[in-house]
Antibody
Framework: QLVESGGGLVKPGGSLRLSCAAS????????MNWVRQAPGKGLEWVAS?????????YYGESVKGRFTISRDNAKNSLYLQMNSLRAEDTAVYYC??????????????WGQGTLVTVSS | DIQMTQSPSSLSASVGDRVSITCRAS??????LNWYQQKPGKAPKLLIY???SLQSGVPPRFSGSGSGTDFSLSISNLQPEDFATYYC?????????FGQGTKVEIK
């Protein structure tokens, strides 16, 4: 199970930290992602982090330099620090677990999402 | 970045119909292609991975095909619970990208 928290209303230029609490699986064994969905729009991948943070961290172009993904395997938690927020960052933010076959990977478990609204 | 283009953006169909959705990648992605289903207010659900492998628990009326740049998702014998929005996603590199979505509506 994945449960996101930390969403809310923030002013443009402000910051917010999202959390995703994992349970029911070996969190430290899986790479994780954040995906967002603006109201009435499609899915946009935001950021990825490997099972052990030292391996890799990747960001989508629209958030690079403003958002930071991190994890604490001891706490079974994933985080997204969001700075310099803009109106266009308004979205439901989902955390998602990476599942890999022998060929490629996908996102097999998703949280229920947390809404971030950036508005003055 | 690899761009993913889905068509159509929406379609209307009846229960029992067979429908197909296509997804085109801006460059070859081998068979690194996933399909998701999303219902209103819910998180997406993984249906197909590796372009044609059915995720555990997904009914066999869902099928995927394709390789390289052109892919498709087919749903046979459309059921009421299949009316939803479907997204493709490339997993060729670590810069994941989704298609813009295809909404399947009841005719």
């Amino acid at each position: 199970q994945l449960v996101e928290s930390g969403g809310g209303l923030v002013k443009p230029g402000g910051s917010l930290r999202l959390s995703c609490a994992a349970s029911g699986f070996s969190f430290s064994s899986y790479s994780m992602n954040w995906v967002r969905q603006a109201p009435g729009k499609g899915l946009e991948w935001v950021a990825s982090i490997s099972s052990y943070s030292l391996d890799y961290v990747y960001y989508g172009e629209s958030v690079k330099g403003r958002f930071t993904i991190s994890r604490d395997n001891a706490k079974n938690s994933l985080y997204l620090q969001m700075n310099s927020l803009r109106a266009e960052d308004t979205a439901v933010y989902y955390c998602a677990r990476v599942f890999c076959s022998s060929i490629s990977c996908g996102f097999d478990y998703w949280g229920q999402g947390t809404l971030v609204t950036v508005s003055s | 970045d690899i761009q993913m283009t889905q068509s159509p953006s929406s379609l209307s169909a009846s229960v029992g119909d067979r429908v197909s959705i296509t997804c085109r990648a801006s460059q070859s992605i081998s068979n690194n292609l996933n399909w998701y289903q999303q219902k209103p207010g819910k998180a997406p659900k993984l249906l197909i991975y590796d372009a044609s492998s059915l995720q555990s628990g997904v009914p066999p009326r869902f099928s995927g095909s394709g390789s390289g740049t052109d892919f498709s998702l087919s749903i046979s014998n459309l059921q009421p619970e299949d009316f939803a929005t479907y997204y493709c996603q490339q997993s060729y590199n670590n810069l994941w990208t989704f298609g813009q979505g295809t909404k399947v509506e009841i005719k």
